[in-house]
């Protein structure tokens, strides 16, 4: 899996990433954000094992971020 970009960045003078590349669509970008943020605000699991399972997931993958 690449962790380089495939579209611009929507952000003058700024570097393409996840962040920037979202905010071509302002509406998915504040979606993505209140179901983020309810993901680790909620739910059975606690937050540390929630923490493990996202860097255990991002070396499986090879996702550099």
């Known amino acids: 899996m690449s962790t380089v970009p495939r579209l611009p960045s929507a952000v003058p003078d700024q570097p393409a990433h996840f ?16 179901t983020y943020a309810t993901f680790w605000s909620h739910g ?21 971020y």
């Open 19 to 34: 962040g920037t590349i979202l905010a071509h669509h302002p509406e998915l970008a504040r979606s993505f954000g209140t």
């Open 44 to 64: 059975v699991l606690d937050h540390p094992t929630k923490e493990a399972v996202r860097i255990r997931n991002a070396r499986i993958t090879d996702c550099g």
